[in-house]
């Protein structure tokens, strides 16, 4: 249960069988900082390339193909008071030759980040918006482990090891689960945003550097097909693709699989429970995979299953 | 502002250009019954077709082609203890090919529906499922205004005039925008469902006869491309098509000359504020067309147009 | 066996149970005449609204909803010379944003049509494609039948009774399979096309009145659920949805489906001969439904099925 | 204008950066031998992993990122008599739910295939399509260069370097260019077909070994965004995404780059070309990414462009 502190200096554009940066157990924490969609760092100066440079790999000891590598956030702090978007609505979640109006001249967007106060206000005072201090909801845009069959994926999009989901809800607390292709799982991470709406429709969050704390622990023999995630609230399934309705298929089927492999819940309660409480959320929609998200409140299955997971 | 009460006795499986069944005006509020979608009313007596029979269509005195429809739901209340779900979430939202596990015999699922407690319980004790009081949130699948052109669109399906969106926020207090496409609307209703899952995925919701009341109202002159709805928290717009990605499309689309041209938010605070605060639901993935809609806080837009809709 | 001469003077944007102009037997022929897709006739005086106005439609008589019409087009052949094009390849098959080049203040381009030689001209000299006689292939953009359930559906769009599906190969000489949903299947054609790129891109052919003749027969008790079509050399079936994955679902199924249960081929020659030999051609990319037809040569059928029908 | 002959003994299931196995100059040819999708060789024995082994690659001398590759294909002959298939279209070409009918036991075919008489023999006389000598046209599934980014791209899928496209006119003769992403261009190819159905439904064409010699050239400062070929009758260009009408969107906005680029054809009468004589081609509708075609015939494009090139 060791407590590791790591100060990254080399990152990545792809996920992929990369030479690990550090060593660590089922149940140690790692503390580290993450930079910016364009590799910038805490002290805005640039020291990777941009495209959502990865902090990583670590190699998780003992975690071998098959197994389900467990990641808990801790903690997710802007560790800078400047983050940027994009200022423009992507053409693809715009109707086909829908002539949008943009603002002239404008190519991206500084904020004034304040994590204290937990509020972002847009710094252009011609802009109605700069009247709004925008609650944030720290989040970590691109996160995944080594993908199999030797490909390294860019961090541009996502598949079944992760990558750049941009969900909202990859915030403090949260408790992801990915699926283990290679030895030592080789997590990444990196693409923090302040805050972000669904689908990440502009092309970014409120891009920003990051101190992240987060715990690794490991499930052995469990292989699962896309990520999960747990909160207190909800179990999470995540699936990455294109268009969005295979994005659906994928998360609905990884969702059926957990409540009848790990909860045990006969067929016709599965299906009746997603079809009378089922929710879905959307992650990015503007990378070359789309990211939709099944829910299912955990009330409800525990109220179904006398002994979950017994 | 006058208080109809409305007993129907003819039901529509297309929204089109019926004969209208009443004729209200503006401010006008009409209390009537909507039956299940097989067609059965609230003594459980087969009344009407199966596929989602429609009440009305009622015409709204004024209404002409280019003006918005509004309508607020006022109560919407099963009018009988007994409903109905499928018990098999459909192919089309599992992967292709995955061999989903069905309970043998199963064709279809009775629940009592309790509307005093707010809940609902599957009536098989051998399911595990039975022993969960499932909330109830009840809402109106299908309802919508005669379609341009002279079409008569099935309530299987949706487009721009509404339609079989099977949508949860359609509950009781929402308001929604209706474009116009013939004289007096024409407004049609039905399919009301005690609670559903988000894309209604096996099917159905909680399928159940209704109470509902509702008032109408007109906005001349002001043109909308694809339903719209508030509450007090939000505003929404409606995409109804295929696939899911094109829905986004229509909705945020439509969002954005909501919030320009009602609004008069300037081009970079519309992208800024979509673009770290806008949301998406899934309404129906399982007609012909599918159904997103895109939701916006209204406080946020409030905190930045010092005199909305001035 | 009549041949029946039809001059309309009614004509539908929308496919449903129009009142029929003409009733025919199973063997008869009609010569009758198609308006273009604005509405105008062989003397370009507009005599119909746009929007792909439809003759008919035709009651053939004893047909009933399961039967199969089918519907042979013996001549379909440009009744005037002048046509008329879209300059404008439509967003939707562009790349999100691409900032395509057009033609300044050009709204639509003209073409001298000469079926006698058989070519079509621009009638710009400006432009460089005027150097061109384009070899024509008249063909009929829309035709079907009335759908079930009451549905009235606009003939800018395509299911399963037919509709707008802009398929090239529906020309002088096809044969077609419709499903028929209602007493005397009530066929409506229009649409004509000098000559279509796949996918009808553009949104147009080149848009020009017919003069068109058609023999009608009956399949009874045959039903099918796509529009199947059959030339010397090819079976085709037809499917009309969106996105094209879809339209390939539905096409791909329905051709197993004439294999299996009109050919008894066996499933591993079904399989094994549609994975080496089937051939996907594109119809509409552009109606709100869109259109994929699956080919598959008649000599390889033949070869297999010793007594293919038998 | 060298002729090297290389036999290979490594192979790669991904497309990336590996050590090149072979220099080579444009203009020089390069004979070699490719193994079957499951890494047999024409000696039927397995001497690479399955999923698409590549044979190279080959480092382009001068090649740098920006210019374009091109490759003819001289040669493409089976060097063995056995080929196999798949004995199952895949789910995601049916209609969702679909219950297709499989011949039992049945896990892969073998096919007897003569290069000589140019035709293939399913072996499994209880099959009806035993009798059929099939017409082969060997084609390579499979091949591109290295992406950019530092990707290493599974042979499964496809994208804008290339990849598992499986597009049945990729065969003898077809000259292709390619994007060029890091020096020396790296191209890989494998994955050869006796012959194969448009989509490659089954998930295989006729799979086999194959000898082929190709030769390489370069376009110095000529970037391309997609792959595009050429044969003496057409031009097209390629389109590697999901779904299918993304493969279009991008197809045809790469032939509109061309036409206006490299034709210098002005807008109107691209727009109109394009419209009026554009054909679509489905490459494989079978792995993560899909393909289709853009085509043009030639003849076309050279009567209008009076001086093509110039």
Redesign the interface.
Known sequence: MARHTFVPNTY???I?QHKPVLHVMPGDSVSTTTVDARGFDQNDKQVADR?NPMTGPFFIDGAEPGDTLVVVFNRIRPNRTRGF??????????????A????DG?DH?DWDVDAASGS?R?V?P????S??A?PIAPMIGCFGVAPP??????T?TSSTHGGNMDYRRFGEGITVYLPVFVPGALFHLGDGHA????????G???EISMDVTFTVDLIRGQTISWPRAETDEHLMTVGN??????C???A??EM?KWL?NEYA??????????????????GN?YD?A?TMVCKLQKS?VD????DPRG
Chains 1, 2, 3, 4 share one sequence.
């Open positions: 990545h554009t792809t992929g495209g978007t994009s200022p423009r609505i992507a053409p693809i979640v715009l109707d086909p030759g829908f949008v109006t943009h603002a404008v967007c972002a847009l252009e011609r802009a109605q918006i009247r709004l925008l069959g030797g490909q390294a994926i860019s541009a805050v972000q709406g669904d689908g990440e429709i502009v970014t969050g409120i693709a294109r268009p969005l309705d295979q659906v298929q994928h609905t089927t059926i009848q819940l006969d067929p016709l309660s599965t299906h009746s429970l997603l079809g009378q409480a089922v929710e879905y959320e959307l929609m070359p789309y409800l109220a179904i299953c006398a």
